[in-house]
Every structure is written in structure tokens, then in C-alpha cells.
């Protein structure tokens, strides 16, 4: 079966054969993977995507790897958890959370991306891989590179957690710490893409690395029973993540796969010291205003999101909306998910709890205040106990363990609160 038409511009609907390339040459619009639908229909199943792997290879059908899956044979399908105790908290019928932190082998949504992106790098020859990363991507591909034995060059902000940069360093890569944002990594990056023959995976690799988020969108469907969920909140860096998604849920629904209507909304969840697309969401506005990021939630902290204006398109076409989280509601938010599902993460799940929490509150003011009181007061008290003195606003990520302790990726990726 042929799977694959090529690559299309985002922009004007240009084709371009399959290639390490990223940016349309005629209208310098982005390149993503364009497949044969009509050849996939009746082809693609549920039964023929429940006799794969347990994992998101389960779905290679419907990704852009040509043979045989080359690394991260264990990716993914990680658990979609019903969350009781969380849904009672915040007043909300019923939730769901995609818990990619236990995603294997890095624990973060990113081992998706970059299992695809590095069997994409072999197909097309590439003995090198790199990124720029936040830290997670980081960590993922220093992984997957020693597991194809491949050479990997990875640039992080020097002030990333200690945590994710031990978590890379163990895979032995040239790891080059910048002093700058992401963003400025991320422009230097740019021009090292252009220069050495790289499998830059978020660079000129990007149009098959993201590819690899659908998964995620795939399994929450697959899992709810082959129903699509009323709302999913998903946390924003770069924007990547909520339009594959939203991809993913709109691909099964063309190939038949979906029970009943869609009907997603999809909510980005950012950070208020960094949170361009929720701000593009608040003022409805599709101009991107690059902001220079002061968060906890370091992992989400791209000023200038390369998919800002997409993930914004994203929110608006299925009547979704966007929250900011303040570091103080991150905090609340990660002790809020530990407290309730026995479920400790990273930041990012903090801030994907929070803007859950925010976003219920906007559907159903008149009875958040008593809650948000009764939450307020219970992590105050969670974090006296956790650091009997010294404001946890100075230092907060070691107020909630997150330095000392596993260094969790990830929650919620994709917290889905379907009926809210
Ligand atoms: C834990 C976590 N969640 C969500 C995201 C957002 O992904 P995207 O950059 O595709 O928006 C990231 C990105 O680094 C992340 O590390
Ligand atoms: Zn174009």
C-alpha cells in the first residue's frame, strides 16, 4: 500500500517529494507529511490497529515511516486514566488523564516524536542526529540516538533543571548548554541545520517528527472506546502537539473510525510567564507576539513558538480556548494531581491541571470561588509541610520535590476532561 504522497506546504498546498526539508520554497510556509487517504480507507481498521503492538507503532499506518521501525519499538500507548478523586475536586463529571510521563523510554511525549523522526533520519541516511530542546526533547533524543547507535548533538538554555540535564547527559551526546532562551538556541540551531548534515529532528526534520504527536490524539480516541471526548487540554510550547492532535482526531474520523459525532474542543494550556498562544487565543487575534519566557514550567518555555499561529487555528476552528497558569497555580496544580490520582509530574502537568481548572471555572463561574478557596488553602497547607520555612514562590520547583525527587515528565499531555 502506498501510504505516503509526500510532503504539502501548510501554506499554499505545494507538493514536494518525501525529503529532509522543511520550509516551501516558493512561499516559505511550513512542510507536512501529506498522505494517500483514499488508499488508507477500509484499510486502516479498528481491528487492523488492534492487532499491532501495544504501542504507538500500533498506528504506523497512519505515520510517515516507510519500512521498518528502527527505534522506540516500545513508545507509547501509555495509560488513559479515569480520574475520580480530580473530577471531584473540581466539580466536573467526568476526566480523564493522559498519563505520558510513564510514556517509555524517557517519560515524556517527546520519545513519539523522536522515535519517528529517528527511524526517518536512518531511511534517508543521516548518521547524526540533534535538537533544541527544553529539556524533554533533550532527553528523548539523546536516548533513541544511543539506541540507534547514532552520533547526537543536543543544545538546551543553560539554566534548564539539573534534573533533565543529568537525564541526558547518561546517553553520552555532545550536549551544548547555551546562555540564552530556547528561542535563541533555537535560532543558532537554525543556522547549524544549514551547515552540517544533521538530522536536526524539530529543524529540517520537523514535518515527520511532529507527525509522531498524532499518536497521542490516536490512542485517547482508541482508548474512550473509539469516541472522541468533548474537551482535551493540552499544554503549549511550541504549538506542535494540540494541532497533531486535533490532526489525529480528524484523520480517524475520515477514515470511519470514530463513534458517533466529533465534537472536541481543543483548550492550549500555557504559562503565564510564557503563554503567546493563549494570549493570540484571548484577543483572538492570529498575530504571534514573541514574549521572552520567565516560568517554572521550563519545558513549555518557547517565547516564539514555531507553530504558534496553527495551534491558535487549532483552538479556534473546533471552538476551544486557551488558559494561563501563574507559577503559584502550576504548583497548586502538580500537588492538586498528586493528591488526587497518586500521580506526580513535571511542571507542564501542573500547568495543564491549572488551565483544566480554569477552563471549568469560565463554562461554570458561580460555583468555582468556593472551590478555588478550598483548593488554595489545601496547597498552602501541602506546601508548609513540604518546606517549613522560606517562601516557596523563591525556589518553587524544590518546594514540590521536583529536584530532588524522579524528575517526572509530563502529565496530562493531554489531560482530557471530556464531559465537563
Ligand atoms: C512535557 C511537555 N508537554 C507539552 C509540550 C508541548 O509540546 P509542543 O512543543 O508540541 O507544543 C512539551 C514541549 O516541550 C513538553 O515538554
Ligand atoms: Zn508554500
Known amino acids: 500500500m502506498e501510504k505516503l504522497r509526500g510532503l504539502k506546504c501548510r501554506e499554499c498546498g505545494r507538493g514536494y517529494p518525501s525529503a529532509p526539508v522543511h520550509v516551501c520554497e516558493f512561499c516559505f510556509g511550513p512542510l507536512e507529511v501529506d498522505y494517500h487517504y483514499e488508499a488508507l480507507k477500509g484499510v486502516v481498521t479498528r ?10 507503532w500500533r498506528y504506523k499506518d497512519l505515520l510517515p515511516v516507510d519500512g521498518d521501525v528502527a527505534v522506540g519499538h516500545h513508545v507509547g500507548f501509555t495509560p488513559l486514566i479515569r480520574a475520580r478523586n480530580l473530577a471531584d475536586e ?14 517509555h523510554p524517557t517519560w515524556s511525549f517527546k520519545d513519539r516524536v523522536v522515535s519517528v523522526a529517528v527511524t526517518k533520519a536512518r531511511e534517508f541516511g543521516f548518521d547524526t542526529v540533534a535538537c533544541a530542546s527544553t529539556g524533554n526533547l533533550a532527553n528523548s533524543v539523546a536516548a533513541h540516538a544511543a539506541e540507534a547507535q547514532m552520533k547526537s548533538y543536543i543544545f538546551i538554555p543553560a539554566d534548564l533543571e539539573q534534573g533533565k540535564i543529568l537525564a541526558t547527559l547518561v546517553y553520552n551526546p555532545t550536549l551544548v548548554a547555551v546562555e540564552g532562551t530556547y528561542d535563541e538556541v533555537n535560532r543558532l540551531c537554525s543556522e547549524i541545520a544549514d551547515k552540517y548534515r544533521w538530522a536536526f529532528v524539530n529543524v529540517n526534520f520537523r514535518p515527520y517528527y511532529s507527525e509522531g504527536s498524532k499518536s497521542y490524539g490516536f490512542e485517547i480516541i482508541e482508548q474512550l472506546g473509539w469516541r472522541a471526548p468533548d474537551h482535551i487540554v493540552v499544554p503549549c510550547a511550541g504549538g506542535s502537539l494540540i494541532t497533531k492532535i486535533w490532526k489525529a482526531i480528524k484523520e480517524l474520523k475520515m477514515l470511519g473510525l470514530v463513534e458517533g459525532p466529533v465534537r472536541t474542543h481543543m483548550h492550549a494550556a500555557q504559562a ?21 519566557p520567565k516560568t517554572i514550567a521550563k519545558s513549555l518555555a518557547i517565547g516564539n513558538p514555531a507553530d504558534g499561529f496553527y495551534a491558535y487555528r487549532t483552538t479556534k476552528d473546533s471552538g476551544g480556548f486557551g488558559a494561563h497558569a501563574t ?8 500537588l492538586l494531581l498528586a493528591r488526587t490520582e497518586g500521580i506526580f ?4 502537568g501542573g500547568v495543564t491541571v491549572a488551565a483544566t481548572n480554569a477552563h471549568r471555572d469560565r463554562r461554570h463561574p458561580a460555583r468555582s470561588v468556593d472551590r478555588r478557596l478550598h483548593h488554595r488553602q489545601r496547597a498552602q497547607d501541602a506546601r508548609r509541610a513540604l518546606r517549613p520555612s522560606g517562601d516557596a514562590r523563591e525556589d518553587p520547583p524544590d518546594a514540590v520535590g521536583v529536584r530532588s525527587g524522579p524528575d517526572r515528565s509530563e502529565v496530562a499531555g493531554g489531560a482530557a476532561p471530556p464531559l465537563i
Do not use: F, H, Y
Open 327 to 334: 507559577d503559584e497555580e502550576i504548583i497548586e496544580g502538580m
Open 272 to 292: 503565564e510567564g510564557c503563554g503567546p498562544i493563549v494570549t493570540m487565543i484571548k484577543n483572538d487575534t492570529d498575530v504571534l507576539k514573541p514574549v521572552r
Open 47 to 56: 481491528q487492523s490497529i488492534a492487532a499491532g503492538p501495544p504501542s504507538m
Open 345 to 348: 509530574t513535571e511542571t507542564a
Open 90 to 103: 473540581l466539580g466536573c463529571r467526568e476526566i480523564w488523564i493522559k498519563n505520558d510521563s510513564v510514556c
